[in-house]
């Protein structure tokens, strides 16, 4: 049994380390985001921006499909470098993704989730409250945003389809769900198709709401709740010639999606902000490795909506995201 004076050592030492602080440039943070697509490229230059501004070393890796297959062994590699601090990451499935990440903070990096969260993504009440934050968009009511601009673009009537990515991903099932409860609540004429799942996989997407086109020759509308999905929803309206017919409501600003909308196929773009998450996500871990103690364990960073009445103006324009030259 430990006697009283090891007791107080061992006490001290931790409260020691608990507080101790380091700056910016001792730390080293990992990027791992989901996949490779123009959200996560700008939620990169974010992160880029942010370590430049604040003289902090980032290691990037970028899953090259969407996974909690592709994204382990990935974020286990980087914790077996050692050398990292904090990782930033988006998990790829809420609840697969907890035990990877516990064991890279068991193995001394703090986690900060950025665009997707684990669990609930309640970190102050929830079951998993081990991230320092979740910073991304409030997706739920982004699929509400979706909802009304579709019920709104299609007259409110009619059937409307979900093309969606992957079950059990926090941001498109909240947007699943967002769109789905607006459309039950308040557009009692409007039946909602699908979610079906592309897995992140455009050609598929284009597929898929090619099929239901077939199906259904009175679709009015598609929600594609991210690059993916709406950029194959859009494809799919344009190869059956129905541009203008069946209205398309795109989540997140390409511009692919932009483009779809000079064309009259996309009536509503809802861009997120994936370079402040990226940026922010950055600043927290420096906050953090100063000591700071109050950051906020959630922060949603709002979205841009987009049609063709704004999407010239320069405050609306900003937001397409822009990769390249
Ligand atoms: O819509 C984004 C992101 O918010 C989502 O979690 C996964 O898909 C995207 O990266 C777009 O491809």
């Given at each position: 049994m430990r006697n009283a004076s090891t007791m107080t050592a061992a006490l001290l030492g931790t409260l020691l380390l608990s507080t101790a602080t380091v700056s910016a440039a001792d730390i080293k943070i990992g990027f791992l985001p989901g996949v490779v697509d123009p959200f996560y490229q700008v939620m990169q230059l974010g992160v880029e921006a942010a370590a430049k501004d604040l003289g902090v070393e980032v290691v990037t890796q970028v899953p090259p499909t969407w996974g909690v297959e592709a994204q382990t062994p990935i974020l286990d590699a980087l914790v077996a470098r050692g050398d990292l601090n904090y990782i930033i990451t988006a998990p790829t499935d809420k609840d697969q993704m907890v035990a990877p990440l516990q064991a890279a903070l068991d193995a001394g990096i703090k986690i900060i989730t950025v665009d997707t969260f684990l669990g609930d993504g309640d970190y102050a009440n929830g079951p998993i409250k081990f991230p320092i934050s979740y910073i991304g968009s409030d997706n739920v009511e982004g699929g509400r945003i979706s909802a009304r601009g579709l019920a709104k673009a299609i007259g409110g009537k009619g059937t409307v389809y979900i093309n969606s990515t992957n079950?059990?991903?926090s941001s498109v099932e909240g947007r699943e769900q967002g769109f789905a409860e607006v459309m039950k609540n308040e557009f009692p004429d409007i039946k909602v198709l699908g979610p079906d799942y592309?897995?992140?996989?455009q050609n598929k997407a284009a597929q898929q709401t090619g099929a239901v086109i077939e199906q259904n020759p009175d679709l009015a509308g598609v929600f594609g709740t991210n690059v993916f999905s709406a950029g194959g929803a859009g494809n799919a309206v344009v190869n059956a010639g129905l541009g203008g017919h069946v209205q398309v409501v795109a989540y997140d600003a390409t511009a692919e999606a932009i483009e779809l909308m000079g064309k009259g196929v996309v009536s509503l773009v809802l861009a997120q902000k994936p370079f402040d998450m990226g940026y922010m996500a950055v600043q927290f871990a420096v906050a953090d490795a100063a000591g700071v103690t109050s950051l906020p364990r959630r922060v949603e960073t709002g979205f841009a909506i987009i049609d063709k009445d704004n999407v010239a103006d320069p405050e609306y324009a900003r937001f397409i995201y822009k990769v390249g030259n």
């Open positions: 079950p059990n991903v592309n897995l992140d996989d």
